[in-house]
Structures are given as C-alpha cells and as structure tokens.
C-alpha cells in the first residue's frame, strides 16, 4: 500500500513525506532513552546549529593555510592575532618565537638574565625544594659564565611526543643560542626499523643488518639497553653512519664523537672511520659485561663517524654522542614510541646508572603520560608508578637534577565534541605528587597548553597545532611547547640566580658553593685517555 | 558552513522549502536563493562578500556591453576588463604572496640576490575563488564569442554566479549550462528527488566515513612526521590519500549535485571513476571534469589545439595541464606537481601518436588492466605533491618510500579495510552502484526518509572527529 501512495505521490509531496519522516525519526532520539546517544543536537549545547556559524564571523577558516609552510600563516600581525583568539595569547606568543641571542659572556661578573628572555609564559617550573634543578642550574651558570669546557647536559626522555625531537631540538636550539652549542647530543648508533628521529643531525645505516633490543619492549633479560634506551646489535656487514648537519643554525659542528657500547668476554670489534677515513678498530672484548666508551677528538667542524662491525663476537652500540668543546649545552632527545614511564623499570639499576654517569648527564627529564592516558588506573596506581621509576632513574643522587614533564593533553571524540580524557588530570596529579615526593621539579606541559580541552582548541586553531588523533601535536604545536619550556627554564635559572646572590653575596666568583658542590658530588673519575675530565669539572665531558 | 554538518541539512531544509513555496513568484525566489548563498558564502568570513559580489557586478555590466556593441575594438576591450578583474583579484589573492616568494626564492638560488623580507599579503584566500573566477569568466567569454545571450536580470545571473551548492567547490557551472534552466520554468521531477536524495547520502558516507577516516587515521599522521613510518607505511598512506581526496571531492560534487536536484537544478558531473583510467590524459578527462573541460574550451582549443603544428600542439597540451596543476595551489609543490603532470602528458600524447593507435583500438583485457595499475601508480605517487605542506616535506615523505622499510605495524585493522574496500569498490562495475540508487528509488517516501535518517545516525557514530573541511576548499 505504500508503495501504491507513493506511486501516486508528487515530487514535492515526495520530497516533504521524506523529509518529515527523517525529521520523526531524529525526533525519536529525543523520546527515547536508549537512543538518546543518536540526537543530533543536544539541548543546551552552547552551540545552537546555524546560529554558531554567525557567532564566529571572523574567525580563520578551517581549511586556510594549507598549501605552505606554517610559517607563511602564522607569525607576525593578522595570523598570530587568528591564534591567539583560538588558543590563547600566552601559546599563540610562543609559536615562532623571536631569534634567541646571547648576550655578551665570558666575564667573571656574574650571569644576568632579563625579564624579557623568559617573558610570554603562564607556566613556570615547579620545584618547591630547590633540589630538583639545582644540579643543573649551578652547571648552567657555569656554562652561561663562559668556562672553558663547561658543558651542560640534559637528558630528556619520553614517549612519542619526545620521540619525533621536536620539542628536544626546539629547546636545544633555544639553548644552544643562548648558552653556546656543545653540540648535537647522544644519538642511538643505528634505528634500525624503528621510528626515530633526530634533527639537525644526519643518520643513515643498513637497517636489515642490525638487531635492535628496546626497553620499552623487553626484549632483553639483562635490562643494559644503555643510555638511549635501545641496544642496537651488530652482524657481519652491519655500518651506520653519524655526521653533523649540513643546514640550520646548530648542529654544524663536532669535535668530539664518543662511541657508547657494551662490554662482554666474547666482544667482537669494530671499526670506525672519521670522515670516510678509517681511524681505528675497537674491541669490546672485557673480562666482565660492562659499558665501554670509545672517544674520538677531532678539529671543530663539520664531521661524519662511521662504524662498521669488523669481526670476533657480538658488537653491541648504546649509541653515539656528537659533542664539541663548549662552552655549551647539549640537550639530548631520548624519546621512545610507544613507551609508558614504568618501561624505564626494565633498566637494569646498575646499568643506568653507570650510563647516566659516564653521559656525565646534569638533567634528566622524564616526559611520559602520553600513552598511559589510555589505561584504566587510578592516581595512585600512576603515583606509585612515577615514584618507582623516579627512584630508579635518579637513584637518590644530589648531582642529577630532575624534573618531571607533565604529557600533552590527550582527548576523543565524545557526542560529537573533542573532549579531553579523564584520566589526563589524574596523571598529571599523580606526576606532580611524585616529583614534589622525590625533590624532583614538575612542568606542567597540561595546563600551559591551555589545560582542560586544549587539544580541541589546538585542532581547531589555524595553524594547525594539534593533529587529528588528538593525541600529538603537530610541528607547529611541538614548536610552541619547546618554546614555552625554555623560557621555563630559563625563568627558573633567573630564579635560580637571585637566589644565590642573595643567599652568597660572594658570588661573582667563579662557581657558587652549592653549583661547586654539586658538580662535584659523585662523579666516578675518567679511566681512559682522550676524554677530558675529571671530578672537578663534572660539566664538561662525558666519564667513563 | 561545510556540506557535512548538521547546519547545512538544515539550511538546505530551509533553502528548498523557501523556493518551491515561492513557486509562483519566480523572481522573488531568484532572489531568496540569492540571499541565501550570500549568508551561506557569509558564514565563511563576511568581508569576502563584497568580492564576490563586485565580481558580480562587474561581469553583469561587462555582459550586457560587449552584447551591446558591434565593434570588435570595443567588445574586445571590455572583455579585457572581465579578464583582468577576475584573474586580477585571483592573482592578488592566490598567487601574490606565492609568486613574490617564488622572485626572491630564485634570486637567491641563482643570482645570490638575497631579499629577506619579500613584500607578502596578509590576507586569507577567499573561499571558492578559484571556482567562481571560471565561472564568471565563461559568461563574459560565451558573450564575446556570441555563443551566449547576456542575461538582462541582475538577479538571474548573481544566482548563477552565487548559487551555494557549487559555489566554494564546484563543479565550475558555466553559464550556460545553469542560466538556461533559471530562464525556463523550473519544475521537480520524481527522479530528481530520489536521485538527489541519493547523492547527498553518498556524498556525506564518501566524506564522513571514508575521507575523513583515513585523513585522521593515516594520511595527516604521515604527512605530518613521516620520519615516524617505514617506506612501506608511507606508500599505504599514499594510497589512502588518493582513496581520501577522491572521496572527499567527489563527496562534495555529489552533495552539491543532489542539493541543485532537489531545486529542480541539475549540475554537470565532476567524476567518472577516475582511477580506472588506463593513461594521464584518461584521468584528467574522469577527475574535475569541469575544470578540464573548462581549459580545454576557453584555452587549449583557442591556442589551436591539436590541430596546431607539432611543436605548437604539444606546447598548448602542455601550458593547459600545467595551469590545471597550477590552478591547485600557489606554492613550489604544485609548480612542480604541474610539471609533473604535463609532461607525463605530452609523453603520453608523444607515444601514442608514434603508435598509430585510433580512439577505437580496443586493447586486449591484460593490456587494458596493465595500464589501468601502472597509470594508477603514476597518480598515487604524484600525490605526494599535492598533499606535501611544502617542498621539504615532500622530500621527506619521497625520503622515506625509499628507505628500503617494510614494517606495516603502525596501519591499523580499521585503515586496512577501509582501503580494501573502498578500492575494490572503486573498480565494480557501474551497474551494480546503479542497482542500490534503483532499489532506493524503489523505497516508498516514509521508507526513504528513514533511510536516510538512519544513515546520519550511522555517520554521527562512525564520523572520526568534528567535521573536517573538504581538500578543495583551499583552492
């Protein structure tokens, strides 16, 4: 029968007994519980259908700028103004943010830094005690003084957000700019197939030839994945290849390479070769498992390292570190995909513990949360988590600073709506508690990109800053986080410095007592030639 | 206001209801349909109208002189003014800042003249642009060649140029296809209503649950850090970028198609299964037709076309494929996806001359099928240009393909099957597409509405994030 009506319908009655059927049936997501999820505008929604178009006259189309670089949309004028009403005028400041230049070191007199260097932020660094980056503010002062050699080293580890080196290499660009450029840092000696990145370096490698062992997937029983946090094996035809970049503003330079490896009795050797020129072969042979460090020195410049299994036994690489004299800061990226904070667990204690020493690290950052975001736990099951791994990573020593670098937000799709996930706040609640617990500094990266519903508020911002999982920003998005730390940390570095000329009026000398104190404590003494260091100079070189 | 959202359902309810109630009154509802796509054009960014409207005006007043005037010297002369007003406001808008780059870029690479701060526009790209530039211009360039009789009702023809459904996006109308149906009375048949029904749908599932499905789940991701993917996964996500912009732009042409249905309008067609061509110069006659077309009419063929000398004739194939490219986006990666593209077709054209094929050679199926992959692949890959946010990142992505990684760990189960089936879809015969229109044509009204209704609760459930703006907005 109704295939007869609609046989003997018009066209336009066809198109009205459509229309108001389809209307009935959404009309029933209203009138009935079950399917209530369906309706497709929910009353009270700040956001009434059409209306909301004309409430947002002005803003930038969702779809402009595509088509170039961020930087052509953002900027100066019109499209940092754009930003600002999207996502705040503290995050829009950061995006792109001015060249950073030294001023004028060297001097005994003591480092001052201007307001102006560390304007643009609502959030500081958190660190009630002192004691989280004490350590690595008296070897920064050090370095900010211009002390020949004096080397600054941080150690950022983290998940994916850390993995892709664009918050790490915005923060050492801005670094290395203001404080000298000692160089691009650790990287693993070969990735074989795994994602990672490192910019302002050049890494190639036959990736078939090498067995990779990650930390963040167990995939070995003794826990020594070294420093990087992934133990790269090498076979019979095995090379990778390290140089310095050819473009950017840092990263030009090398004069020093130290090859990071394992130790063992049936240790094979390689061979490594200087700009394409073979300079020596290096066993790895030892009496006992252990780590090794092979240093070469080279005349500052633009360099390439090549290493090559050459024969014997296994040949296990940590990885390399590409460094130069100083005075400078290296800031190394240590990010693992797909990792949660307790796979620092499968650290044998040991192990990193002799790594981070002989990396000669001053800071070490831990920037996870990203991928626990998605595990059902309560705050404290994440609280107990950090504790651990903060213990094992820090393992109660005064000269390593630490601080705690809370993740981005995360969020989903809910009703239609980008919403950002419950167990986000929990996170950073639990990661704030475990760093104050642990006298290590927390950096609420959360609530400094706009807190609650901030990936909403990136993703819809023009440029782009947040990408379509909401989940990871995009490089615009990671420029504006790196940006925002720095100036973090140098805000707490000012802080740090009032404070101690306050509290040592004596302090145009050549280190303040506490800075002295701190580089000094602990630091295993060098048991090998070529690398420069000592006790005394416990920011200078990596030790062995 | 994007096709794919509750407010344009809405507004389209609205806009249909206003004109057929208006039936009677055939000017008042000209103008209804009118003032309705300013609002909708509006809901963009309001300061933008006045272009669109100044171009309006311009092409209204230069169509009725070039129409009023006998004298070659003067229609020529006011043709000149269409053409450098409308590809004038284009090239400011467009290709200013682009072009102004571009000087400096090549300065410095080959003169070492550096230009640090380049003069640059801070402006945005108004919305549709592109699309009502050609059109317009076919309406003062049909006058001119007496092929089109200018219409005296600013209304009619501020409705042609305004008219919502194909205004940010196309298909490129040309007046007259459209203003011939303005100037007959308008009535609703039977099959445009369920025709149009059933494009909307399509057009939403195309753009809801398959473009933005694999924008979100893998091709934005690539793109966006590709040092992150093996060569393999990139390769995947080039795959699903060219499954994602067909189904984005095909979407919103047959939105824009079924939304004019529902008028009593029809709007040429801007697809025909593009990726089952079997050569370059195949796709470009299946992939925005219109816009082929359109520089095929109003360019290639006045430069003289095939019929010109050898040389001559693959330089006009060339300068046409490459202004098709080039009409995509004004930055180095579609100069060079243009190129690309051109020269693949005069060697296309250079080899099938030397063959001695006709358009009748039908090719053995294996043959036919051996071409259909290879040319697929040529796409496939060429997209790398299209979708690269700059040239860096194209070499980034090429960088990786040939990194010699095979891991697929990071293409979920969902990215998979959605690729699988969209591009098996892709090559079924047409008749068994047809065959769902006609068992929808074939639903009693009340069954259609809950169809309907039912698909737009499937596409709240499935839709990946908030709605995503359609590729060639940009453009």
């Known amino acids: 029968m109704l295939k007869r009506t609609h046989e003997r319908l018009t066209p336009l009655q066809h198109l009205t007994t459509v229309v108001v059927f389809m209307f009935a049936a959404c009309m029933l997501t209203y009138l009935i519980p079950p399917i209530q999820a369906l309706r497709p505008w929910i009353p009270g929604e700040e956001d009434v259908p059409i209306v909301r178009l004309f409430k947002r006259w002005g803003e930038i189309p969702a779809f402009a700028g595509h088509g170039g670089s961020y930087r052509s949309t953002a900027g100066e004028g019109a ?35 201007d307001a102006s260097e560390y304007a643009g932020i609502s959030i500081r660094i958190e660190d009630p005690s002192g004691r989280g980056m004490r350590a690595f503010y008296a070897a920064l002062e050090k370095t900010a003084r211009a002390e020949k050699g004096a080397i600054t080293r941080v150690g950022h580890y983290g998940d994916s957000s850390i993995a892709t080196d664009l918050i790490t290499s915005t923060v050492r660009q801005n670094l290395q700019a203001r404080f000298g450029d000692a160089g691009h840092g650790f990287v693993l000696a070969a990735k074989g197939y795994i ?33 990087g946090g992934v133990q790269s094996r090498a076979m019979r035809g095995s090379w990778a290849r390290i140089g310095t970049a050819r473009r950017g503003d840092v990263g030009k330079q090398a004069s020093r390479f130290a090859i990071y490896y394992e130790e063992q009795p049936r240790g094979g050797k390689f061979a490594v070769r200087i700009d394409r020129e073979d300079r020596d072969i290096v066993s790895t042979k030892a009496d006992a498992v252990g780590d090794g460090i092979h240093s070469i020195e080279v005349p500052d410049g633009p360099h390439s390292i090549e290493l090559r299994y050459h024969r ?67 705050e404290q099951m994440f609280y107990e988590d950090y504790m651990k791994v903060l213990r094992r990573m820090r393992q109660g020593r005064e000269d390593l600073a630490c601080l705690v670098f809370a993740p981005l937000d995360q969020a989903r799709r809910s009703r239609g709506r980008i919403r950002t996930l419950p167990t986000i706040p929990l996170i950073v609640a639990a990661q704030r508690r475990a760093a104050i617990d642990s006298d290590c500094a927390f950096y609420d990266t959360w609530q400094a990109m706009g807190g609650e519903n901030a990936m909403r508020r990136w993703y819809k911002a023009r440029p782009r800053l947040a990408m379509g999982d909401f989940r990871h920003a995009t490089p615009a998005g990671y420029e504006i986080i790196g940006n925002m730390f720095y100036k973090a940390i140098v805000a707490g570095f000012a802080d740090y410095l009032s404070r101690e000329t306050s509290t040592a009026p004596a302090s145009s000398d050549s280190s303040t007592p506490s800075a002295a104190d701190a580089g000094s404590s602990g630091s295993p003494a060098p048991s090998d030639g070529g690398i420069p260091s000592s006790s005394a100079e416990s920011n200078t070189s990596p030790k062995r | 206001m994007l096709f794919n959202s509750l407010d344009y359902i809405l507004f389209l309810g609205v806009a249909v209801a206003g004109f057929w109630l208006l039936a009677r009154h055939a000017q008042l509802r000209i103008i209804f349909i009118f003032v309705a796509s300013c609002l909708f054009y509006m809901a963009w960014h309001p300061a933008y109208i006045v272009l669109i409207l100044g171009s309006t005006v311009i092409d209204y007043v230069v169509g009725l002189r070039i129409h009023a005037t006998e004298d070659q010297r003067n229609r020529k002369r006011w043709l000149i003014v269409s053409l450098v007003s409308n590809l004038g406001l284009l090239g400011l808008f467009k290709y200013f800042n682009f072009a102004s780059q571009a000087t400096a870029d090549v300065l410095a690479l080959f003169f070492g003249i550096e230009i640090p701060n380049p003069p640059f526009l801070d402006v945005l790209l108004p919305v549709g642009i592109s699309f009502y530039t050609f059109q317009t211009l076919s309406y003062t360039i049909d006058i001119y060649r007496r092929k089109l009789e200018p219409t005296r009702n600013f209304f009619q023809f501020a409705f042609f140029v305004t008219y919502f459904p194909q205004l940010v996006a196309g298909p490129i109308v040309r007046a007259s296809q459209l203003l011939p149906q303005l100037q007959r009375k308008i009535t609703l048949r039977d099959e445009q209503v369920t025709q149009g029904l059933f494009l909307i749908a399509t057009g939403m599932v195309k753009k809801v649950a398959i473009a933005d499905y694999l924008s979100v789940n893998l091709v934005d991701r690539v793109f966006d850090q590709p040092e992150l993917y093996s060569g393999a996964e990139v390769v995947i996500a080039l795959y699903g970028f060219t499954m994602q912009i067909y189904c984005d732009f095909s979407g919103y042409t047959d939105v824009a198609r079924g939304s004019a249905k529902l008028m009593g309008l029809e709007l040429p067609r801007n697809f025909d299964r593009p990726y089952q061509s079997a050569s370059p110069a195949e796709f470009w006659r299946r992939w925005h037709m219109t816009l082929s077309t359109w520089l095929r009419d109003y360019l290639y063929f006045p430069l003289g076309g095939s019929r010109a000398g050898p040389v001559r004739a ?100 969902g990215v998979w099957a959605m690729l699988i089936l969209t591009f098996a879809a892709h090559y079924t015969p047409k008749r068994w597409f047809e065959s769902i229109e006609l068992r929808f044509k074939s639903m009693p009204a009340p069954a259609q509405g809950i169809a309907l209704a039912a698909i737009g609760f499937v596409l709240s459930v499935v839709a990946t994030s908030e709605v995503v703006p359609y590729i060639y907005f940009q453009f």
């Open chain 1, 79 to 113: 499209g940092t103004e754009r930003l600002a009403e999207a996502v705040g005028e503290t995050v829009a400041a950061n995006l792109g943010a001015k060249p950073i230049v030294a001023p004028p070191t060297g001097s005994k007199n003591g480092v001052t830094i």
């Open chain 1, 195 to 227: 994602p990672y990145k490192h910019r302002g370096v050049l890494q190639s490698s036959n990736p078939e030839s090498w067995e990779l062992r990650e930390v963040v997937r167990r995939q070995d029983r003794d826990g020594r994945y070294g420093y």
């Open chain 1, 312 to 378: 014997g036994g296994p040949v296990n690489f940590y990885g390399v570190a590409v460094e130069r004299e100083g005075p400078g800061v290296v800031y190394d990226s240590l990010g693992l995909v797909g990792a949660r904070a307790n796979r620092l667990l499968n650290f044998d204690e040991a192990h990193i513990r002799t790594q981070i020493e002989q990396r000669g690290t001053n800071l070490i950052v831990l920037g996870f949360g990203g991928n626990e975001a998605s595990d059902d736990r309560t």
């Open chain 2, 314 to 413: 693959y330089w006009n194939l060339w300068l046409t494929m490459f202004l098709i490219g080039i009409w995509h986006g004004a930055s180095w990666t579609f100069v060079f996806y243009a190129v690309l593209q051109s020269m693949a077709m005069v060697i296309h054209r250079f080899f099938y001359r030397q063959s001695g094929r006709s358009r009748d050679t039908i090719d053995s199926w294996r043959l036919h099928a051996f071409k259909v992959f290879w040319a697929l692949q040529f796409v496939v890959f060429s997209r790398i240009l299209f979708r690269a946010t700059s040239l860096q990142n194209a070499m980034d992505v090429t960088a990786r393909l040939g990194s010699g990684t095979f891991s697929v760990a990071q293409i979920s189960l």
